[in-house]
């Protein structure tokens, strides 16, 4: 199946995923960038408009299962074993964010992930990720 559908399948059986907005930017060879919208219902400080921190954190979290479902090696599902997220600063009010996430290593049995979130701009990141998944490689034929 073609990274795309294996990345929007992905996405389509997620129901936070659906609630979220989340929709597929880009996947390629171990990577996915996904994007959120900005919406008053993600809101986390109804005095400044800014998104939620589990928000922006389901999202980096997504985009990295994302990033693993599209490893050339993967051969199955996976879930998330660990999740370090660095908020650098507050998303600005109004403006969609992007994550992107690169598989960089996998082992017989978990995938290392880096990932971060952008919002418009793109210049300074809203957080960064490192993070652990299950993997298991697609068997040889």
């Known amino acids: 199946m073609p990274r795309e559908q294996i990345a929007e399948a992905f996405l389509?059986?997620?129901?936070?995923?659906?609630?979220?907005?989340?929709?597929?930017v880009s996947v390629g060879e171990g990577t996915a960038a996904l994007s959120m919208p900005w919406d008053e219902g993600l809101v986390g400080?109804?005095?400044?408009?800014?998104?939620?921190?589990?928000?922006?954190s389901a999202l980096i979290d997504t985009?990295?299962?994302?990033?693993?479902?599209?490893?050339?090696?993967?051969?199955?599902?996976?879930?998330?074993?660990?999740?370090?997220i660095d908020y650098m600063r507050a998303a600005r009010p109004g403006e969609r964010l992007v994550a992107r996430a690169t598989c960089y290593h996998v082992t017989r049995n978990v995938a290392f992930v880096r990932a971060e979130a952008l919002d418009g701009d793109g210049a300074t990141p809203v957080a960064t990720a490192a993070a652990a998944f299950t993997f298991m490689r697609r068997e040889r034929v």
């Open 12 to 24: 389509a059986a997620l129901p936070h995923a659906r609630d979220l907005g989340l929709a597929l």
């Open 45 to 56: 400080d109804p005095s400044t408009g800014v998104i939620h921190g589990g928000a922006v």
């Open 63 to 84: 985009t990295c299962g994302a990033a693993v479902m599209s490893h050339p090696e993967n051969g199955g599902d996976t879930a998330t074993l660990n999740l370090r």
